[in-house]
Every structure is written in structure tokens, then in C-alpha cells.
């Protein structure tokens, strides 16, 4: 009884440290957070949450090779955690390392069948690697699993959308921007995406007002530069020189790199 | 002679000695009964009997130095699409919110896959004229703090404020007195923390009572109908001596230094090294041109062989942004036609002397991470010299 309670009083720090560097996080104080949650790993190197934190946390302040690492030892450490496999998928489908990121997204979805995010960046992965069927399976049932309105689910329905614009099934894809809209009123990407789709079907005045409405939305993702081209063409189609004048030339302003 | 004669006498002798300096400084008020906000009176009570230099005085920027924030104060755009700072981190940025309840700056950090965190703080103070830029502070009860986003006027865009990295966020850096001390007129510091205040004894803007002394006894004097219209228990900068006139601009333009008293203690027609230590530069010292105006000049030909001041130049009751008016105070001294470049370009050169003679140059103690590169804005030298 006596080694379980030293047990339990011995926990207590890192568990501490932990919560601290949530609770730090949740106030973006980054430097703190980091360093409790090295505290939190000093006392118990193993502590999952711990290392899926600090892998987050790495990852936002541009050090993947610390994120990378962290992900690694969390999922040797608990294979069947099901966030460790998620986010270490999420992990290298985000370093564009797509054959990588099957195996721990299929470890994530079968330790949480109705969660749909090990769907939709399995499917996300699937379609970079070229497998467009499995992609359209794995987003329909992403979809199927996100009955709720907000910006995660809006994200998947732009993700599909934009794989069916891909394959020229444009009225669908314009069907998932709309539900996409409806999910998420704020989503950048989702009124790029209509607007896209409204100039393929000729529809310059409503792609305008579609790119127009994507450019004071703050949602990251789709660039201002992008949806600059986009309303450049636009308006040269609806015999606006000036107004597309403007718009290309803030795209070519833009920084040329390649994340424009 | 007695003991008590003896006093008497070394007491008189004291007194004798005393008196030269005060006479020096017939004006000045002790620091201990101006120090207090009760002996502040602010601008409006200037108002009634200097209208013409109240009104001039409204568009300066010393006046405009610190504000509260309302649609006319705050430069940076509210409207949708212009209210973002993107940063270099694709997983971050700032939004600039108007509402009823105020003013905001919003950090917004989306972590992969799906969840966004963010922090909020109110601009409850403008700090600058908004010609170079602005910076907002926010409190945190009695804690002043300086937000992350700053508004530049020469993109007219939010950036990031000067010294903060690109790409996260920090709500955390204190506003410590000596800071306020050029900003704002007057602020009482309460115990530690350095940027503990109390809210209600601010005097925003440098107000006529930063130049001029705290006004309480003048107004209440002028005021009265024992005396009206006798000028006096009031400081006027222009009869200091040049020494001393040098000082109440070396507050604030001479650099930080090291404070030697605490902030706000200095009264004009003070000795500022009693208050404040500038470190000398030697000639061949490189000195950053924000806020070192004062070391800038000294190092000028036109500053050491001559007894001009600041205002010889300057006249801080109004706006001054003209560079033609500036060339025509140099040609209160010196002849075009001395210009090396006279012969070639005649007349043309009538109101170019500061654009050669006190050329912009990059602060380097000022940048701004902005996309990724460093921005160093520019500022007038005031070293005084054929570059």
C-alpha cells in the first residue's frame, strides 16, 4: 500500500508539469510551455503526452527533427496509443513524407474507428501518392463520420472538393465547397475553392465575389497571392482590366518563393 | 564670536552660496513639490489664456506622442483582409479586431490537424504620432505591457513590433517607467514590479507640463483674482540657460542612459545628470539617430561654435514637417553661396541644406522582423555636417 502511494506522490510531478505546460500553451506562452514540459519529460522520459506536446510544440516553432523524434519514441514507447500513431502520421504527411504516413494513420484509425481525422489525412495521403479511389473512399467516410459544423469539418469537405475538381467532377466539387461554407462560414480555402470552381463553369461574377470574400477571411492555408491570380483571370473574363491589373500585380508582388 | 554666531554665520555664508545657483534657476521648483500628480493640471487648463499656441500645439506630435484609442488615434486598418499580420510561421498570425468594447490584437496559432488556440489583449494605450508608426500598450490590472503589433506608417500595415521576432507571439514584455517617461507626461509607479502603475495618475501625451513644469500653482495663481495675468510660478524653457535647455530636450532625445533617480522625478530647469547619466560619446563613436539627437548635435561645427539649442531650430508648440523651413533656419547663419555646391546648382539649392547636410539614416537599435527580413527604419540625423 505504502509503494503504491509513493508510486501515485512520485507521478504527481510530471503529471503537474504537464498540465502547467497546457495550461501555458492555452496562453501562448510558448516558452513556458516548453519548458515545463521538459520538466514534465526529465521526471518521466516515457510520459506519451508528454512527448506528443513537445512534438506539437516543435513542430510550430520549425524544428521537425525534434517533433520527429519525440513521435518515434512515443509510439515505441505505446504502440496502442492512438494519438501517438495520428500525430506521427500527421507528422510526415506534413513533411510531404506521404508512404510514410500510411502506416501510423492506419495504426491511429484502427485503434478509433469513428474518429474521422486518421480518415482524412489518410485520404489526404492516399490522393498525394496517386491513389485517387482510396482517396474518394477515405474522404466520403470522413465526411460521413463529421455531422458537426466547424472548421475541421469544413477542411475536409474543401480537401474533397478540390481532389473531385482534380478529376473534372466539377458540379460535385462545388457540392462539398458549398457544404463546406455551411460548416464554416470563416474558411479561406472553402470560398477559394467555389470561386474556382464558379470561373470553370463561367460563372465570373459569383467566382469574383467568392475570391473577393476568400481575401478578408484570416483562416491560413490558401495564400493571398493565390486567390490574386485567381481574381486577376477573373476579372480579365469579366472585361475589368483595372481591377485585374491591381490583383496581378499583388501577385507578382508577392514574395517569390515557394510558398506563395 | 560665539558658538551660536559662529552658526549664524556659516548658515549665511550657506545660504550666499546657495543663492547664485537658484537665481540661475529663478523658475524652477523644487523636485520634491512638482513631483506629484496633484501638481499636474494637463493641457486643458493651459487652454483658456494660450489659445494660439494650444491649437498649434494639438497637431505636434509631442502631443500626439501617447493617447487613448478611438478611431481617430489608431492608424492601423480594422477593415476585413487589411486587419491580418501574417508572419513568417505558416502556423500563425495576428488580427486586428474594432468593436464596442474597444480595440484588440488577436494571436491566432493553428496547431495540426484541427486546433487553433488564441490570445487576446485590448490596445488600451497608442504610443506615437503615427508618422513613423505606432505601438500599443495593454494593461493587465495595474501592469503595463507592450503588444506584439506595432502599425508602420511607412507601408502603412501592421508589423511586428520592434525587437519581436517574426512568427510567435509575446504579450509578456513590461513597460518599465523610464520608457513611459518619454511618451507620456506623467504616471505614478506603484511598488514592484518595474511596470506596475497607477492607471488613474497618467497625464498622456507630452503635455505642456513635461516642458513647462506641473502647472497647478501657475493656473491656481492666474486664476485668482489676487494676481491674474502675472506670469510666474511657471517654468519658461526659453529663459533656462542653454546647459539646461539642452537637458529638458536630453531626456528624451539624448538616449535611455542610466537613470540615476527614478523616472518622472526630473522637473525642467533641472541638471538632467542629476537624474539621468548620458554616456559621453567620443568623436569617433558611431551613434544610433533614434532618440540621440541630442549627442548627434553636439558633435556638430554648428553646435559647438555657436549657443544654439534646439529650439533654434525647433519650435515644439506646432507640427513641423517641413524640410524647406528647416534649410531656411540654417540660412539664418550661413550664405548659400558658401555652398561647395553653389556654383553648379545656383538657387536650386534654397531649401536642401538638411536633406545633405542631415541626411536620413537606418536606426540600427530600432528593427523589425517583417516576412522574414529585418527592417531598420529610417531617422534624420542630427549631426550636423558635409557628409
Given amino acids: ?260 | 564670536m560665539t558658538a551660536r554666531t559662529d552658526w549664524i554665520a556659516s548658515v549665511t555664508l550657506l545660504l550666499a552660496a546657495i543663492t547664485p545657483v537658484r537665481s540661475q534657476l529663478p523658475e524652477a521648483p523644487s523636485a520634491a513639490a512638482s513631483s506629484s500628480r496633484s501638481q499636474y493640471v494637463g493641457d486643458a487648463a493651459c487652454r483658456d489664456c494660450h489659445q494660439a499656441a494650444f491649437q498649434n500645439y494639438l497637431t505636434s506630435a509631442h502631443h500626439l506622442s501617447s493617447r487613448p484609442p478611438d478611431a481617430t488615434s489608431i492608424n492601423g486598418k480594422f477593415t476585413p483582409g487589411s486587419n491580418i499580420l501574417r508572419t513568417s510561421n505558416p502556423y500563425f498570425y495576428f488580427i486586428m479586431n474594432a468593436g464596442k468594447e474597444g480595440y484588440f490584437q488577436e494571436a491566432v496559432a493553428r496547431f495540426p490537424p484541427a486546433e487553433t488556440i488564441s490570445h487576446k489583449e485590448r490596445m488600451d494605450l497608442v504610443i506615437g504620432s503615427g508618422r513613423k508608426g505606432q505601438t500599443y500598450l495593454y494593461w493587465k490590472n495595474s501592469d503595463l505591457f507592450e503588444l506584439p503589433v506595432t502599425y508602420w506608417a511607412e507601408t502603412g500595415q501592421w508589423m511586428n513590433s520592434p525587437g519581436y521576432p517574426d512568427g510567435l507571439p509575446n504579450f509578456d514584455k513590461p513597460i518599465i517607467p523610464r520608457c513611459l517617461e518619454c511618451h507620456a507626461t506623467y504616471i505614478e509607479s506603484l511598488p514592484p514590479p518595474l511596470n506596475h502603475f497607477d492607471k488613474a495618475s497618467v497625464v498622456l501625451g507630452i503635455a505642456c507640463e513635461k516642458c513647462h513644469g506641473p502647472g497647478k500653482t501657475h493656473v491656481e495663481a492666474e486664476r485668482s483674482h489676487e494676481a491674474p495675468g502675472k506670469a510666474g510660478n511657471i517654468i519658461n524653457p526659453a529663459k533656462l540657460s542653454r546647459d539646461r535647455q539642452i537637458d529638458l530636450c536630453a531626456l528624451c532625445h539624448a538616449g535611455p542612459g542610466n537613470p540615476r533617480a527614478p523616472a518622472f522625478s526630473f522637473v525642467p530647469g533641472a541638471n538632467l545628470a542629476k537624474y539621468v547619466a548620458i554616456p559621453e560619446n567620443p568623436a569617433d563613436t558611431p551613434v544610433d539617430v533614434h532618440a540621440h539627437q541630442v549627442q548627434l548635435l553636439e558633435k556638430s561645427r554648428c553646435f559647438r561654435s555657436s549657443n544654439m539649442t534646439c529650439t533654434t531650430c525647433h519650435d515644439v508648440h506646432t507640427q513641423q514637417r517641413d524640410v524647406a523651413y528647416f534649410a531656411g533656419r540654417c540660412l539664418t547663419c550661413h550664405k548659400i553661396e558658401s555652398c561647395g555646391k553653389y556654383p553648379a546648382l545656383g538657387t536650386a539649392l534654397l531649401h536642401k541644406c538638411v536633406d545633405c547636410h542631415m541626411p536620413l539614416r537606418d536606426s540600427t537599435v530600432i528593427a523589425f522582423d517583417a516576412g522574414g527580413h529585418r527592417v531598420n527604419p529610417q531617422v534624420r540625423s542630427h549631426r550636423i555636417a558635409i557628409y
Avoid at chain 1, 122 to 128: D, N, T, V, W
Avoid at chain 1, 175 to 203: P, V
Avoid at chain 1, 235 to 242: A, E, G, I, S, T
Fill in chain 1, 1 to 260: 500500500m505504502i509503494w503504491l502511494l509513493a508510486l501515485q506522490l512520485s507521478l504527481i510531478p510530471q503529471q503537474q508539469h504537464y498540465d502547467n505546460a497546457k495550461d501555458a500553451l492555452a496562453k501562448m506562452q510558448f516558452s513556458r510551455a516548453d519548458e515545463e514540459v521538459d520538466l514534465a519529460l526529465k521526471a518521466d522520459p516515457n510520459f506519451v503526452a508528454a512527448l506528443i506536446l513537445k512534438s506539437r510544440l516543435a513542430l510550430f516553432a520549425h524544428r521537425p527533427d525534434i517533433a520527429r523524434s519525440c513521435l518515434i519514441k512515443a509510439v515505441a514507447v505505446e504502440p496502442s496509443s492512438e494519438s501517438a500513431q495520428f500525430f506521427l502520421g500527421v507528422f510526415y504527411y506534413l513533411q510531404n513524407d506521404f508512404s510514410l504516413a500510411i502506416s501510423p494513420l492506419e495504426a491511429a484509425r484502427a485503434l478509433s474507428l469513428k474518429d474521422p481525422m486518421p480518415y482524412f489525412y489518410l485520404a489526404m495521403s492516399k490522393e498525394a501518392l496517386g491513389d485517387a479511389p482510396a482517396a474518394l473512399q477515405l474522404y466520403e467516410q470522413a465526411a460521413a463520420l463529421s455531422p458537426e459544423k466547424n472548421p475541421q469539418t469544413a477542411s475536409i469537405f474543401v480537401a474533397y472538393g478540390r481532389l473531385l475538381y482534380s478529376l473534372g467532377k466539377y458540379d460535385e466539387s462545388l457540392a462539398q465547397d458549398e457544404l463546406a461554407i455551411a460548416a464554416d462560414s470563416q474558411s479561406r480555402d472553402a470560398f477559394y475553392e467555389k470561386a474556382k470552381g464558379l470561373e470553370h463553369q463561367h460563372k465570373y461574377q459569383e467566382a469574383a465575389e467568392n475570391g473577393e470574400r476568400a481575401l478578408t477571411l484570416p483562416e491560413l492555408g490558401t495564400s493571398d497571392s493565390q486567390i490574386h491570380f485567381l481574381l486577376g483571370n477573373v476579372y480579365l473574363k469579366l472585361n475589368q482590366p483595372d481591377l485585374a491589373k491591381a490583383h496581378l500585380e499583388r501577385f507578382h508582388a508577392a514574395p517569390q518563393t515557394t510558398q506563395r
